[in-house]
């Protein structure tokens, strides 16, 4: 059974920076795609931003050059480096990991919050 857990989230003010982490334990082989999905109150869970395993990178328009994704394929991990943070990015950061072959392949973390307040 394959699982993620998330660390990293908390509370920080308009304009502050944050760093989220994401561990995969459990897989026999590397995550085809981690990605990284919020959910604030009253809302969908929304896609934030997405790494292949071959490095290929998608970001929300929203977050487009004030994010980063990584991620270390060795360990399974993906981080997001999130910076310039404004308070519409409160929300329930989710990890994910999926392969895209196997629809059952599709794991999800516990969710951490960040709050993004003075």
């Known amino acids: 059974q394959v699982q993620l857990v998330e660390s990293g989230g908390g509370l920080v003010q308009p304009g502050g920076s944050l760093t989220l982490s994401c561990v995969a334990s459990?897989?026999?082989?590397?995550?085809?795609?981690m990605s990284w999905y919020r959910q604030a109150p009253g809302k969908q869970r929304e896609l934030v931003a997405s790494?292949?395993?071959?490095?290929?990178?998608n970001y929300a328009e929203s977050v487009e050059g004030r994010f980063t994704i990584s991620r270390d394929n060795r360990k399974n991990s993906v981080s997001l480096q999130m910076n310039s943070l404004q308070p519409e990015d409160t929300a329930v950061y989710y990890c994910?990991?999926?392969?895209?072959?196997?629809?059952?392949?599709?794991?999800w973390g516990q969710g951490t919050q960040v709050t993004v307040s003075s």
């Open positions: 994910n990991g999926r392969d895209p072959f196997t629809p059952t392949y599709n794991y």
């Open positions: 790494c292949t395993s071959g490095g290929t990178t």
């Open positions: 459990g897989s026999g082989f590397i995550i085809r795609i």
